[in-house]
């Protein structure tokens, strides 16, 4: 069975920055698209941002320009970055993976098959 587990969130004040990883075992990481994802208590799962096989990303609205994914395929690793944090960036970040082969980012959060337990982000202004 798959397994995600997510790290790096924390307390950090308006325009600060964080980076979450993603370890993801027990898969064929570099054959695997990946999703970050959050969700604010008493609201929706949003899509945050993914990034394909080849290294293709793409982000939501709100957090391109500050929100960059990368992968280590040596270390079965997925990064979010955020830069610029803002206090609606507040949320559960959710790493998962998506098996199936995709060529561009993937946003529907239903295609992604392996979730791991989150980690909270909290954003002070």
């Known amino acids: 069975q798959v397994q995600v587990v997510e790290s790096g969130g924390g307390l950090v004040q308006s325009g600060g920055s964080l980076r979450l990883s993603c370890v993801v075992s027990r898969t064929t990481f570099s054959q695997n698209s990946f999703g970050w994802h959050r969700q604010v208590p008493g609201k929706q799962r949003e899509w945050v941002g993914s990034?394909?096989?080849?290294?293709?990303?793409n982000y939501a609205g709100s957090v391109k320009g500050r929100f960059t994914i990368s992968r280590d395929n040596a270390k079965n690793t997925v990064y979010l970055q955020m830069n610029n944090l803002r206090p609606e960036d507040t949320a559960i970040y959710y790493c998962a993976r998506r098996q199936r082969y995709n060529s561009s980012p993937i946003s529907e959060i239903q295609e992604y098959d392996s979730w791991g337990q989150g980690t909270q982000v909290t954003v002070s202004s």
């Open positions: 990034i394909t096989v080849g290294g293709i990303t």
